[in-house]
């Protein structure tokens, strides 16, 4: 007579078991990618969705305008629009006027508290014409569209997650984008995290069919250089080469030229020693940066990559060369993971256990903040809808564990500046705990990925692709962005 196995045994069949390469995706998905046109899908929920979605930035826009930011010193109580402020209108306005955002003129000249770190100038082009505008409507116009990008990367995830063009399915996932932590913080601060997000992702979906379309969203993403490295090094792995070949390309081209424009604005002599004084302004602005509270691994409650808790329970102060030593400790294995699954033929894409891999690397392999976790709502969705592969193969019980750790720090109070001040208690192993929780969660996924992920098929032959070729996300989601 048969017995059942134990709870641990079926456990490990379940976790050993949730990628089977070889099933065919669900018919639902090929029908609703087959419809080009959109489709309301649930009417009662599209209401509610939209009238939700409409409350909550309502409200956000209040919480602006009660804790308005009046340019200049930095007030902790006084927070709304610091970031559109002091990371994009000024910074904007000064490369236009050729004085360098990275120096002490800039800080002189505009009402900021102190230069910006090295984002890439180009996306300050990107964001100069904002710069013809007076502030107050520079702030309506920017409001607007991080709402009309929360709407496009809601459809993209919608799409992703098995329910293309459908308006109930993108405003539910919008309004449950607004109510996370980083989403708030992400409109109320006005900062360009969503276009940072949304490029990620098409960077994503497009690097293995479209390399030009990827190239110009890696472009973006280069803005800021611990999201494109990550992110290149992980494409590399998936086998995307041309797509960042093409987007390293473009990327110089939209850094250089801007500056070469501030460089010709600063001081007297040849370009060479106009550009070393930039040189100069960038790593004087990144010291400064690092030595902000806020920003330092040791006292940041908002960093979610593993370094800042290694740093926080160690006392550490790491530099930049420390930074990217356990980036590239942290990227080999799941970029080995990545190079399995392509020399097997395998790659789910963007909504798949390919992109949730790269996606959670890239937050805990190098500095990154707390509204960078929106990037786990697209693979939190996918695995909610478990509409796809692997996903629709996994077990309630493993998805359901994947999903709590993309969860908390989407949804952690605890490591807030406003739980923080009102509990000021928390301090040495307390505080440690408290603000490195979302850092713990995110590695724990990382590595429950990387086991997930490891491909069970034999390394493909040329001939074995060609017969496992509806095992890759083009030929099974039949969506489009």
Same mark, same amino acid.
């Given at each position: 007579?048969?017995?059942?196995?134990?709870?641990?045994?079926?456990?490990?069949?379940?976790?050993?078991?949730?990628?089977?390469?070889?099933?065919?995706?669900?018919?639902?998905?090929?029908?609703?990618?087959?419809?080009?046109?959109?489709?309301?899908?649930?009417?009662?929920?599209?209401?509610?969705? %939209?009238?939700?979605?409409?409350?909550?930035?309502?409200?956000?826009?209040?919480?602006?305008?009660?804790?308005?930011?009046?340019?200049?010193?930095?007030?902790?109580?006084?927070?709304?629009?610091?970031?559109? =402020?002091?990371?994009?209108?000024?910074?904007?306005?000064?490369?236009?006027?050729?004085?360098?955002?990275?120096?002490? @003129?800039?800080?002189?000249?505009?009402?900021?508290?102190?230069?910006?770190?090295?984002?890439?100038?180009?996306?300050?082009?990107? =964001?100069?014409?904002?710069? #013809?505008?007076?502030? =107050?409507?520079?702030?309506?116009?920017?409001?607007?569209?991080?709402?009309?990008?929360?709407?496009?990367?809601?459809?993209?995830?919608?799409?992703?997650?098995?329910?293309?063009?459908?308006?109930?399915?993108?405003?539910?996932?919008?309004?449950?984008?607004?109510?996370?932590?980083?989403?708030?913080?992400?409109?109320?601060?006005?900062?360009?995290?969503?276009?940072?997000?949304?490029?990620?992702?098409?960077?994503?979906?497009?690097?293995?069919?479209?390399?030009?379309?990827?190239?110009?969203?890696?472009?973006?993403?280069?803005?800021?250089?611990?999201?494109?490295?990550?992110?290149?090094?992980?494409?590399?792995?998936?086998?995307?080469?041309?797509?960042?070949?093409?987007?390293?390309?473009?990327?110089?081209?939209?850094?250089?030229?801007?500056?070469?424009?501030?460089?010709?604005?600063?001081? @007297?002599? @040849?370009?060479?020693?106009?550009?070393?004084?930039?040189?100069?302004?960038?790593?004087?602005?990144?010291?400064?940066?690092?030595?902000?509270?806020?920003?330092?691994?040791?006292?940041? #409650?908002?960093?979610?990559?593993?370094?800042?808790?290694?740093?926080? #329970?160690?006392?550490?102060?790491?530099?930049?060369?420390?930074?990217?030593?356990?980036?590239?400790?942290?990227?080999?294995?799941?970029?080995?993971?990545?190079?399995?699954?392509?020399?097997?033929?395998?790659?789910? %894409?963007? %909504?798949?256990?390919?992109?949730?891999?790269?996606?959670?690397?890239?937050?805990?392999?190098?500095?990154?903040?707390?509204? @960078?976790?929106?990037?786990?709502?697209?693979?939190?969705?996918?695995?909610?809808?478990?509409?796809?592969?692997?996903?629709?193969?996994?077990?309630?019980?493993?998805?359901?564990?994947?999903?709590?750790?993309?969860?908390?720090?989407?949804?952690?109070?605890?490591?807030?500046?406003?739980?923080?001040?009102?509990?000021?208690?928390?301090?040495?192993?307390?505080?440690?705990?408290?603000?490195?929780?979302?850092?713990?969660?995110?590695?724990?996924?990382?590595?429950?990925?990387?086991?997930?992920?490891?491909?069970?098929?034999?390394?493909?032959?040329?001939?074995?692709?060609?017969?496992?070729?509806?095992?890759?996300?083009?030929?099974?989601?039949?969506?489009?962005?």
């Amino acid at each position: 007579m048969a017995h059942p196995p134990s709870q641990s045994k079926s456990f490990i069949l379940a976790w050993s078991s949730t990628v089977s390469e070889s099933a065919s995706p669900p018919d639902r998905i090929q029908r609703n990618a087959e419809t080009a046109k959109w489709r309301v899908g649930r009417p009662a929920v599209a209401l509610s969705a %939209g009238l939700l979605l409409s409350l909550t930035f309502a409200l956000t826009i209040a919480r602006i305008v009660v804790q308005y930011q009046t340019p200049g010193p930095f007030d902790a109580s006084k927070q709304g629009l610091c970031d559109f =402020h002091n990371g994009v209108y000024f910074p904007a306005m000064s490369l236009v006027s050729g004085i360098s955002p990275y120096g002490q @003129d800039y800080v002189a000249q505009f009402p900021v508290e102190r230069p910006i770190p090295f984002f890439s100038p180009g996306i300050l082009v990107l =964001h100069a014409p904002l710069t #013809w505008l007076p502030l =107050h409507a520079a702030e309506a116009v920017f409001t607007g569209i991080n709402l009309l990008l929360l709407l496009w990367i809601a459809g993209v995830i919608a799409s992703q997650a098995g329910w293309p063009h459908r308006l109930d399915a993108l405003l539910v996932i919008a309004f449950a984008m607004s109510v996370t932590r980083s989403g708030h913080v992400t409109i109320f601060n006005g900062y360009f995290t969503l276009e940072l997000i949304l490029a990620t992702f098409l960077a994503i979906h497009w690097g293995d069919r479209s390399p030009w379309k990827a190239a110009v969203a890696l472009a973006v993403v280069s803005a800021k250089p611990t999201y494109i490295l990550p992110i290149g090094f992980l494409l590399l792995a998936r086998g995307n080469r041309k797509s960042l070949i093409y987007g390293a390309a473009i990327s110089v081209v939209m850094a250089v030229l801007p500056l070469l424009w501030l460089a010709s604005h600063q001081g @007297d002599g @040849d370009i060479a020693s106009r550009f070393q004084i930039l040189l100069d302004q960038i790593a004087e602005t990144q010291a400064t940066h690092r030595g902000q509270v806020d920003e330092s691994p040791f006292f940041s #409650w908002t960093r979610l990559d593993l370094l800042a808790v290694i740093a926080k #329970w160690g006392n550490l102060n790491p530099g930049d060369a420390t930074h990217l030593g356990v980036m590239g400790l942290l990227l080999a294995g799941p970029m080995w993971v990545l190079h399995r699954r392509r020399k097997s033929g395998i790659d789910d %894409g963007l %909504g798949g256990l390919t992109g949730a891999l790269i996606l959670v690397t890239s937050l805990v392999s190098v500095y990154h903040q707390s509204y @960078d976790a929106l990037l786990l709502v697209l693979p939190a969705t996918a695995v909610i809808a478990a509409l796809r592969r692997p996903w629709s193969l996994m077990s309630p019980t493993t998805r359901g564990f994947l999903l709590a750790l993309m969860f908390i720090p989407l949804f952690n109070v605890l490591s807030t500046r406003w739980f923080l001040m009102k509990f000021d208690g928390f301090s040495g192993p307390a505080f440690g705990v408290v603000t490195g929780v979302s850092g713990v969660g995110l590695t724990v996924l990382m590595v429950a990925l990387s086991v997930l992920g490891w491909p069970r098929r034999p390394i493909a032959t040329p001939s074995m692709l060609n017969e496992t070729a509806g095992c890759s996300e083009s030929a099974q989601s039949g969506d489009s962005l």
